[in-house]
Nanobody, 121 residues
Framework: QVQLVESGGGLVQAGGSMRLSCVAS????????MGWYRQVPGKQRDLVAV???????NYADSVKGRFTVSRNNAKDTVSLQMNSLEPEDTAVYYC???????????????WGQGTQVTVSS
């Protein structure tokens, strides 16, 4: 089991910056990737950014060049630095962790409770 606790979020003006952090606890040794998703009411939850244990990253096209995902050396914290925020970035942001196990191969997903990010125009 993995528990994810997010911090950050709130209200910011367009063009501003905000940093989200997520601390993982529990059985973190098998976490293969951590990242962030976001969701607005009535829509599906979409990937924002992800970083693997090896440091590979992937971003949604809409945030490339503005957002940066990072992970600390202990690999228990993932952060999302958001710059040049736009009203369209307003959403609930969820921390996500993917755990990969072997013998047999299987994977599990874990989610944080979500944190609201509101960008005013």
């Amino acid at each position: 089991q993995v528990q994810l606790v997010e911090s950050g979020g709130g209200l910011v003006q367009a063009g501003g910056s905000m940093r989200l952090s997520c601390v993982a606890s529990g059985d973190i040794s098998n976490i293969a990737a951590m990242g962030w998703y976001r969701q607005v009411p009535g829509k599906q939850r979409d990937l924002v950014a992800v970083i693997t244990t090896f440091g590979s990253t992937n971003y949604a096209d809409s945030v490339k060049g503005r957002f940066t995902v990072s992970r600390n050396n202990a690999k228990d914290t993932v952060s999302l630095q958001m710059n040049s925020l736009e009203p369209e970035d307003t959403a609930v942001y969820y921390c996500h962790a993917y755990v990969a196990l072997t013998l047999p191969a299987r994977g599990y997903e874990y989610w944080g409770q979500g944190t609201q990010v509101t960008v005013s125009s």
